[in-house]
């Protein structure tokens, strides 16, 4: 749950900055991080992030919903404060 609120909250917190619109799914955090758990790059596709031509990163479209990852970044704080 961290690592998924920091690639959201870093998108929300810095929304013009291109180098938080883009994960890169072959790093070792996402690897370890994220890939292995269920729901997880389906929660990444459902807020706006969808793989590159390469399939070798997520990318956030333009058209994101902003308030979608706002309250999906409270969300996870919120189970994080919650389950740890």
Do not use: C, M, W
Not at 6 to 13: E, F, H, L, M
Not at 30 to 35: A, D, H
Not at 51 to 67: D, F, Y
Request: avoid cysteine.
């Amino acid at each position: 749950l961290k690592v998924l609120k920091i690639y959201i909250g870093n998108v929300v917190d810095h929304p013009d900055d291109p180098k938080y619109r883009s994960i890169n799914t072959d790093n070792k955090a996402f690897k370890i991080k994220v890939k292995p758990f269920i729901g997880a790059k389906a929660l990444l596709l459902a807020v706006g992030f969808a793989p590159n031509q390469s399939e070798t990163a997520l990318e956030l479209g333009e058209g994101a919903n902003h308030e979608l990852l706002v309250s999906t970044k409270g969300k996870l704080e919120s189970a994080i404060a919650a389950y740890g």
